[in-house]
C-alpha cells in the first residue's frame, strides 16, 4: 500500500491538485481513437462496436499485485449515416485509481467534408456528463477499523459534471492525423474537482513492404501544459489483411513546458507489445502488455484487452481500407 500511495502522490502532484482526474491510458487507441478525439466517428464507414479492458501495474509474471492500481474499461460504438456525411456514436468509460473513480458518458457527432475521392475531414464534438467520486473506505490505517480522517473527509467529494470534448480528423486511403481536446468544461470547486484538459495530436500511415505484409509507423503525443509531454511511438506490421502485430514505445518529453518541477525525474514509461486479429472481417480481438520502465515499478505488468464487432455493408464503400485505422 506505501508503494501505491508514493506512486499516486507523484503522479498527481503534478497537476497541483490531489483531486484533479488525468485521461485514462490506453495502449490500444489505434484501434479505437474515438475516445480522445470525437471527429474520429464514422471514419470505418460502417456500424462498429469496440469494448476494452485496462489492468495497470497488475504482478508481472504471476507476481504480487498493486493495491488499488488503476483499471479501466470503455465501450463504444460508431457508425455513418446513410448520405455519408455525420458521423455519429458514443462512449461509455469507468477509470479507478486508488480512491478515485470516475464514470464518463458522451455522445460523439462528427460532420464528413470530403477534401477529394480518397481524402476526408472531419470536424467532431462529444458532449456528456461525468460522475466522480472518492471512497475512502479503501483505506486503512494501523488497523482495519480505522479509515484516516483526510480520506473520511474526501469521501463526501461526489459529483456530476457536464463533459465536452471538440476534435479535427484528416484522413486518405493511407494517412491520418487528428488533433482534438478533451474536458473543456466540468470544474467543480466545490469538492475541489477538477478534470484537466488534455490535448492529442496523433498521426500515422500505412505502406507496402510486399503482397501481403503493410507497415503502420505512427505517433500520439497527449500534452495537458502542466509538465511533460507524453509521446507514444508506434509501428505495426500487418499481414494478410488479417494480424496486426506491432510495439509502442511511451515516454515523456519536455516539449512546451520546460520549469516542470519533477524534471529530474525519468522520463521513461514503458514499451508495449501488440497484435490485434481480424478472426472474422467482422470480430477483431486484440491484446497489449506494457512492460514498464519506472525504476520503482519494474516488477509490474499492464495487460490490455479489446473486443471489436462491425456490422459490414452490402454495398462496397469509397474507401478501400477501412481497417487500417
Same mark, same amino acid.
Given at each position: 500500500?506505501?508503494k ?8 498527481l502532484?503534478?497537476?497541483?491538485n ?11 487507441y489505434i484501434f ?5 478525439n470525437?471527429?474520429y ?11 476494452f ?6 504482478g ?6 498493486l493495491?488499488?492500481?488503476p483499471n479501466?474499461?470503455t465501450?463504444?460504438?460508431?457508425g455513418?449515416?446513410? +448520405? &455519408? ?6 462512449h461509455?468509460?469507468r477509470?479507478?485509481?486508488g480512491?478515485q473513480n470516475?464514470? &464518463?458518458? *458522451? =455522445?460523439d457527432?462528427?460532420?464528413?467534408? $470530403?477534401?477529394?475521392e480518397? @481524402? =476526408?475531414?472531419?470536424?467532431g464534438?462529444?458532449?456528456g ?16 477499523e480505522?479509515v484516516? $480522517? ?21 484522413? *486518405? ?5 487528428? =488533433? ?5 468544461i ?5 469538492? +475541489?474537482?477538477?478534470?484537466?484538459r488534455?490535448?492529442?495530436?496523433? *498521426?500515422?500511415?500505412?505502406a507496402?513492404?510486399g ?10 503525443l497527449?500534452? +495537458? ?5 507524453? =509521446?507514444d511511438?508506434?509501428?505495426f ?18 516539449i ?10 525519468? @522520463? ?6 501488440m497484435?490485434?486479429i481480424?478472426i ?6 486484440g491484446?497489449a ?5 519506472? @525504476? ?9 484487452i479489446?473486443l ?6 452490402k ?11
Open positions: 500500500m506505501k501505491l500511495l508514493i506512486v499516486i502522490v507523484t503522479m502532484a503534478a497537476g497541483g490531489l483531486l484533479a482526474q488525468h485521461r485514462p491510458q490506453f495502449s490500444q479505437n481513437q474515438l475516445v480522445i470525437p471527429a466517428a464514422g471514419t470505418k464507414e460502417h456500424v462498429t462496436v469496440n469494448a479492458h485496462r489492468q495497470q501495474w497488475s508481472a509474471f504471476g507476481g504480487p499485485e493495491e488499488g492500481a479501466t474499461q465501450l463504444s460504438v460508431d455513418l449515416t446513410r +448520405n &455519408n456525411r455525420i458521423g455519429l456514436g458514443f461509455l468509460t477509470d479507478e485509481i480512491l470516475r464514470k &464518463n458518458i *458522451t =455522445v457527432a462528427a460532420v464528413k467534408l $470530403p477534401l477529394s480518397s @481524402s =476526408v475531414i472531419s470536424v464534438l462529444g458532449a456528463v461525468s460522475h466522480f467520486a472518492v471512497d475512502a473506505g479503501k483505506y486503512r490505517t494501523g488497523n482495519d480505522q484516516d $480522517p483526510a480520506l473520511e473527509k474526501a469521501n463526501k467529494a461526489r459529483t456530476w459534471s457536464p463533459n465536452v470534448n471538440m476534435g479535427v480528423f484528416f484522413h *486518405t486511403e493511407r494517412f491520418y492525423a487528428g =488533433v482534438s481536446v478533451t474536458d473543456l466540468g470544474i467543480d470547486e466545490d469538492i +475541489n474537482y477538477d478534470p484537466e488534455h490535448y492529442f495530436f496523433t *498521426t500515422g500511415y500505412v507496402d513492404l503482397e501481403s505484409i503493410k507497415v503502420k509507423p505512427s505517433i500520439m497527449k500534452d +495537458n501544459f502542466d509538465g511533460p509531454s507524453n =509521446v511511438f508506434n509501428v506490421f500487418l499481414f494478410k489483411e488479417r494480424i496486426w502485430l506491432g510495439a509502442s514505445y511511451r515516454t515523456a518529453m519536455y512546451f513546458q520546460n520549469d516542470f518541477e519533477g524534471k529530474g525525474l525519468s @522520463s521513461k514509461d514503458a514499451i508495449v507489445a497484435t490485434d481480424y472474422t472481417p467482422r470480430l477483431r480481438f491484446y502488455y506494457d512492460f514498464t520502465l519506472h @525504476s520503482t515499478l519494474n516488477d509490474l505488468s499492464t495487460h490490455e479489446s471489436g464487432y462491425s456490422f459490414l455493408r454495398q462496397e464503400t469509397k474507401m478501400l481500407t477501412p481497417r487500417y485505422f
